[in-house]
């Protein structure tokens, strides 16, 4: 297993800006982050794989950014324009492992 740790939630207000980061302890292939909102599914919101190619939710396209550093093994996600509905746990994935989640609350 790989562990992963997430960083950088927190509170903003619509409009805002925030970067989560995503330090992974050991091998890494395609990456992603993933949110779940209360009472709703959890749900994919972007991935790069080990060439760096990206792919994006519909909701955040054009907002987020994802990005990786596989020199250091860490994954970025930048998240401007923040939205209410963006509000939930946002979590790292590498196939097979998940992170503990961050929380992000856009009011």
């Known amino acids: 297993h790989v562990q992963l740790v997430e960083s950088g939630g927190g509170s903003v207000q619509a409009g805002g800006s925030l970067r989560l980061s995503c330090v992974a302890f050991?091998?890494?292939?395609?990456m992603a982050w993933f949110r779940q909102a209360p009472g709703k599914e959890r749900e994919g919101v972007a991935s790069?794989?080990?060439?760096?190619?990206?792919s994006y939710a519909d909701s955040v396209k054009g907002r987020f950014t994802i990005s990786r550093d596989n020199a250091k093994n860490t994954l970025y996600l930048q998240m401007n324009s923040l939205e209410p509905e963006d509000t939930a746990l946002y979590y790292c994935?590498?196939?097979?492992?998940w992170g503990q989640g961050t929380q992000v609350t856009v009011s």
């Open positions: 994935a590498n196939p097979g492992d």
């Open positions: 050991g091998d890494t292939y395609t």
């Open positions: 790069a794989d080990s060439e760096r190619r990206t």
